[in-house]
C-alpha cells in the first residue's frame, strides 16, 4: 500500500473507531508496518489539519476530535470505482437508490483528474444486475424499517397462494444472493422471513411497531454479519 492511500485508510480507521480510539499497536499490525511509521503517519494527519486526540497508558490510543470539522477527502479512482460497482450490481439491496445517490455525490466533487481516472477504470467494469421489486414495494419496505411502522403486506407463497399479513420489521437480511424482510407476522403469531421479491404489494401504516428486538430472530451464521461489521476494516 502506498502512503498516501495508507494516511487516506488511517484517517478513516480513526474516524470509524469513534470514543474507543484505536491504539498505535494495533493500527501497526492492521496495515502491516511499524509503530514508529504509524506514530509519523499520524503526525503527518495532525499537520494536514486532521484534529487528532490521544489517551497515554493502558488502554489508550489515538482517535478524531467528536464533532470536528475534518478536511475534504479524497478518494482513489479504485475506491471510486468499487463503490460505484457495489451499488450497481445490487439495485436490489435495502436503500440501493441512497446508496447510489451518496455514491454520485463523492464522484461529483472529486477534482478533475481524479474523476477522469475514475471514468476510465469505471468503464471496464460491467454490471448485469437481476430484476428488482418495484419502487413503490421497496420504498414501503424501507420506510417501514427505518420508521418502526407497522406494514401491511400481500405476500405470494411458494405455493402461489396471496395472504394479506400486517408484518412488524425486524430487519432486512441477505443470503444465498436473496434478499429477506424478516419480522413479526401477526398472521402467524411468530416471527416469519419474507422474500422480499414475493411481496407483491407493500403499505406503511399509521401505527407503531410493538418493539420486537433482533434478539428474536436469532443469531446470525458464523458467516453472516452486520453491514457495520462488515464494511469495518
Known amino acids: 500500500m502506498k502512503r498516501a ?3 487516506h485508510a488511517l ?11 484505536c491504539s498505535a499497536e494495533g493500527l501497526a499490525e492492521q ?23 490521544s489517551r ?5 490510543g489515538y482517535g478524531v476530535v467528536p464533532g470536528a470539522n475534518l478536511p475534504p477527502i479524497t478518494l482513489p479512482p479504485a475506491e471510486a470505482t468499487a463503490l460505484m460497482a457495489a451499488v450497481a450490481a445490487a439495485p436490489d439491496a435495502p436503500y440501493a437508490d441512497l446508496a447510489t445517490a451518496g455514491v454520485r455525490k463523492i464522484i461529483d466533487v472529486l477534482d478533475p483528474v481524479t474523476r477522469q481516472r475514475f471514468e476510465t477504470l469505471a468503464g471496464r467494469v460491467w454490471v448485469n444486475p437481476t430484476d428488482t421489486p418495484s419502487r413503490p414495494i421497496r420504498s414501503a ?5 427505518a420508521d418502526q411502522r ?24 441477505s443470503t444465498g444472493g436473496t434478499w429477506y424482510l ?24 399509521t401505527e407503531t411497531c410493538s418493539g420486537h428486538t433482533l434478539n428474536e430472530v436469532g443469531a446470525p451464521p458464523p458467516t453472516a454479519r452486520s453491514v457495520d461489521q462488515s464494511t469495518s476494516m
Request: aromatic fraction near 8%; glycine fraction near 10%.
Open 150 to 173: 407497522v406494514l401491511r403486506i400481500h405476500y405470494r407463497a411458494a405455493s402461489g397462494d396471496i395472504t394479506k399479513r400486517d408484518v412488524e420489521p425486524i430487519l432486512f437480511a
Open 56 to 60: 497515554p497508558g493502558p488502554g489508550g
Open 5 to 7: 492511500e495508507r494516511l
Open 11 to 21: 484517517s478513516e480507521a480513526l474516524r470509524r473507531s469513534g470514543q474507543r480510539g
Open 141 to 145: 419496505l424501507e420506510q417501514a424499517l
Open 31 to 53: 496495515f502491516g508496518v511499524s509503530v514508529r511509521t504509524v506514530k509519523r503517519d499520524l503526525d503527518a494527519l495532525e499537520n494536514a489539519g486532521l484534529p487528532l486526540w
Open 182 to 205: 424478516i419480522g413479526w407476522c401477526r398472521l402467524r403469531d411468530a416471527v416469519r422471513w419474507f422474500m422480499v421479491t414475493r411481496i407483491q404489494k407493500a403499505t406503511v401504516t
